[in-house]
């Protein structure tokens, strides 16, 4: 491919040539408020135990009023071989522990295992997918596709507006530590977005998850997350300054370069996710996200309760998931790790999520292994 602006090749970095909006799918829906939701997974005993809790509360927030917004739901698992997860559909076609997945064929298939980074899997596996719906339209339950990462904890349905309506923008979340602009990433930032585009500060720092978009929006913002990660898988100043959020910056980049400008609100506005302890509350959210871990401390600076996801690895807790420790009964003295105090308003957040959490958890049989 050559740059439509003089002949030189183009290099991993470097834009493609800006292109008109996408036409509209055959067979895809265009109207209405509904969503489908995908989230990928290369399948670890980590991920699928969040991701067992995450779409038995998906599940519970179908059944919650405005829930028949939530018509659709893809597991993408970059995998060599079916999971665990994907034999849970021969338990029960209704049980709220099937997960409908799609595979994809991973690039790098000892993440199957382990491998250094297994998200740079991601938008590849996600090209696929949208590849093979555009082949059958079928696939594709909604005008809307949100795309969540497995650590969610839904608390109630996500609405959003009218598809069809011009006025209706994609929707993202702004994360503190994807800054397209802080000095020391100019140099890397550059080589994915040449300063004749503008400055840094026309890229947002959102990531792919959460995001809601029309399909032929992920279309056009797809393709580039996948070449600016590879590009950046391949460079390795850039892997370096970007660190374990890269992908998240590949995704960022590739929506400036298409245009696509999502409407992204903080908490307690956003309509997305809320993320304890950081956030207090729920704020206008539909699911929590338990990236952070939480410690409460008692007034000697003694631990007494944890919650870190990083903690939950064993192979066996995807078979028969266990129940998450609710802390003891709130006290005012105590305080987080980084000393800060646990606030009643905390303390009743963090205690509410999981209490949906063990919800789902009640309801997951046990699994036997994949022969």
Known sequence: MHDTRSTRKQLPGQPTAKVKRSTVT?????????????????????????????????????????????????????RTRPDLLMDEASLSPTSCSTVPTFRADPLTPSCDTWCEFPVSDRPNAVMQFLKAAKADPTMIKAPWLLMIE???????????????????????????????????????????????????????????????????????????????????????????????????????????????????????????????????????????????????????????????KRTYTAEEIQRKTPRVPLPPAYREDWKMQDDQPVTRELYDTLVGMIERMNSAVDDLPELQAVR
């Open 150 to 308: 497995t650590d969610y904890v839904w608390m109630r349905p996500l609405q959003a507006p009218p598809a069809e309506d011009p006025a209706s923008r994609p929707m993202a979340y702004p994360f503190n530590y994807i800054v397209p602009t802080a000095p020391p990433l100019e140099g890397v930032m550059r080589k994915m977005y040449p300063a004749e585009l503008g400055p840094l500060s026309g890229i947002h720092g959102s990531g792919p998850a959460p995001v809601m978009m029309r399909f032929d929006e992920w279309m056009e913002v797809a393709p580039e997350w996948e070449r600016l990660t590879a590009h950046i898988e391949a460079d390795m100043e850039s892997k370096e300054k970007l660190g374990w959020v890269r992908e998240m910056y590949a995704f960022s980049v590739a929506m400036a370069l298409k245009g696509v400008k999502p409407e992204i609100l903080a908490c307690p506005r956003c309509p997305l996710i809320a993320q304890p302890p950081a956030d207090q509350a729920l704020g206008g959210a539909a699911m929590f996200h338990y990236t952070w871990g939480t410690i409460f401390k008692d007034s000697f600076g003694r631990k007494i309760w944890e919650f870190d």
């Open 26 to 78: 055959p067979g895809i829906p265009t109207k209405g408020t509904a969503i489908h939701t995908l989230v990928t997974s290369n399948g670890s005993p980590y991920l699928n135990f969040q991701n067992r809790i995450m779409y038995g509360t998906y599940k519970k927030a179908q059944k919650m009023p405005g829930g028949d917004s939530l018509v659709g739901f893809t597991r993408i698992l970059h």
